[in-house]
């Protein structure tokens, strides 16, 4: 749709380990988001950016952090899996006036 | 703080009957609304959405919503159901220059 690609598609993982999780767009959006999606929860929002360098927390930002170096990328990171981290997340981009949101294929990830 | 709440979980109706589904938001500002869809096992499709305007916005599939700023709601309509509406449905706020937030969600579910 928009050109989003997230990486890895599924990821298992141990409690305690750092995982990174990489997002990436082609089509120079200027905002980038970063949610999860749990049954009985619909999609909560993490991270987001508003440009290079330009993040803000969301609503469950607690063991998570982000990076964007470059508008084509954001990096979300869990700097010591849980087990309550196991989700399925999904970046997204809009366009400039944030009209839309264009959501990537989601990353299913499994803390054991 | 900006939010939204989709106070029905379930609803259940009958093919072809009418469908009407509850979104309230909370937003200090005129707000950006969308409502999304979700079938199982896939990804998210924006329905419909609003920014300014005529408060009766047509969307995709035969829906359409009802902004009324005096009851801060965003009420998404079908006037004839099929089955291949059963899905997962989510109503979403943000702005220009705002993040953009879901509420929990409402699964739909279609008698025959």
């Known amino acids: 749709d928009a050109g989003i690609t997230q990486s890895p598609r599924h990821k298992v993982t141990e409690t305690g380990t750092p995982v990174t999780l990489r997002c990436h767009q082609t089509?120079?959006?200027?905002?980038m988001y970063w949610y999860r999606q749990d049954p009985g929860h619909g999609l909560r929002l993490i991270h987001y950016?508003?440009?290079?360098?330009?993040?803000d927390k969301g609503e469950v930002s607690d063991g998570y952090s982000v990076s964007r170096s470059k508008t084509e990328d954001f990096l979300l990171t869990l700097e010591s899996a849980t087990s309550s981290q196991t989700s399925v997340y999904f970046c997204?981009?809009?366009?400039?006036?944030?009209?839309?949101?264009?959501f990537g294929s989601g990353t299913q990830l499994s803390v054991l | 703080a900006q939010s939204v709440t989709q106070p029905d979980i379930h609803i259940t109706v009958s093919e072809g009957a009418s469908l009407e589904l509850r979104c309230n938001y909370s937003?200090?500002?005129?707000?950006?609304l969308f409502w999304y869809v979700q079938s199982p096992g896939q990804g998210l499709q924006l329905l419909l959405k609003?920014?300014?305007?005529?408060?009766l916005v047509q969307g995709i599939k035969g829906f359409e919503a009802e902004f009324k700023r005096s009851q801060s709601s965003f009420n998404l309509r079908k006037p004839s159901v099929h089955w291949s509406d059963a899905a997962e449905y989510f109503c979403?706020?943000?702005?220009?220059?705002?993040?953009?937030?879901f509420g929990k969600g409402t699964r739909l579910h279609i008698l025959p």
């Open positions: 997204a981009t809009t366009g400039r006036n944030n009209e839309k949101l264009f």
């Open positions: 089509e120079n959006h200027r905002y």
């Open positions: 950016s508003y440009g290079v360098k330009d993040t």
């Open positions: 937003y200090g500002a005129t707000p950006y």
């Open positions: 609003y920014f300014s305007g005529d408060t």
């Open positions: 979403a706020v943000g702005a220009r220059d705002d993040k953009i937030i």
